[in-house]
Nanobody, 125 residues
Framework: QVQLAESGGGLVQAGGPLRLSCAPSGRTFSGKAMGWFRQAPRKEREFVAAINWNGSTSLYADAVKGRFTISRDNVAMYLQMNSLKPEDTAVYYC????????????????????WGQGTQVTVSS
């Protein structure tokens, strides 16, 4: 079983930065693709960014390209968020991919098997 714990959320003014972290425990996440998703009130959960097993390939949603950067090391996965906008307000979830194509970054939530509890990001205008 993999447990994922997000941290780094909070309240920030529009235009400011925030860095989220996702620390896994339990089964190793080494060699597994991971991703970030978010869910705003009254909206569906949506893809934000994903990174492959060794950090060499990443994918981004159009809404965050050029502003967000996903990365990982042996300890955790990160999401550096710059130039934040009020529409980025959401609960952010990290996820780890096991099973078929576990090493490839995916954009569909159904491709991920373990999820964190989420961390709230609120961007004020």
């Amino acid at each position: 079983q993999v447990q994922l714990a997000e941290s780094g959320g909070g309240l920030v003014q529009a235009g400011g930065p925030l860095r989220l972290s996702c620390a896994p425990s339990g089964r190793t996440f080494s060699g597994k693709a991971m991703g970030w998703f978010r869910q705003a009130p009254r909206k569906e959960r949506e893809f934000v960014a994903a990174i492959n097993w060794n950090g060499s390939t990443s994918l981004y949603a159009d809404a965050v390209k050029g502003r967000f950067t996903i990365s990982r090391d042996n300890v955790a996965m990160y999401l550096q968020m710059n130039s934040l906008k009020p529409e980025d307000t959401a609960v952010y979830y990290c996820a780890a991919r096991f099973g078929a194509n576990y090493y490839l970054p995916g954009q569909e939530s159904a491709e991920y098997h373990f999820w964190g509890q989420g961390t709230q990001v609120t961007v004020s205008s």
